[in-house]
């Protein structure tokens, strides 16, 4: 599957940015979508993940502030970013998860920056 982000900026501390992750096949399909962050010199890491069923899961580092949904009839995924702090501030990626015959298949986005400055 292909997935093409949108939504990333610059915002002040406190503001907030909402991503968009749309995906070339319906996204009800799709087992588990997700949005990743990666910031200059560390890891990529989890940020927030949602199952077809509609299940969710959050870093503890952005829990009460951002939130994970999925639009199905868009074959979307967005997360809502709120109270952004300048440690939010990484390329963001969109990841989409499948499995097949117990074959899991992984897709990734090109990534958005998202920059959290005054």
């Known amino acids: 599957v292909q997935l093409v982000e949108s939504g990333g900026g610059l915002v002040q501390p406190g503001g907030s940015l909402r991503l968009s992750c749309a995906a070339s096949?319906?996204?009800?399909?799709?087992?588990?979508m997700g949005w990743y962050r990666q910031a200059p010199g560390k890891q990529r890491e989890l940020v927030a993940t949602?199952?077809?069923?509609?299940?969710?899961n959050y870093a503890d580092s952005v829990k009460g502030r951002f939130t994970i949904s999925r639009d199905n009839t868009k074959n979307t995924v967005y997360l809502q970013m709120n109270s952004l702090k300048p440690e939010d501030t990484a390329v963001y990626y969109c990841?989409?998860?499948?499995?097949?015959?117990?074959?899991?298949?992984?897709?990734w986005g090109q990534g958005t920056q998202v920059t959290v400055s005054p």
């Open positions: 990841s989409a998860k499948e499995i097949v015959l117990r074959i899991t298949f992984d897709s």
């Open positions: 096949k319906s996204s009800s399909s799709i087992n588990s």
């Open positions: 949602i199952t077809s069923g509609g299940n969710t």
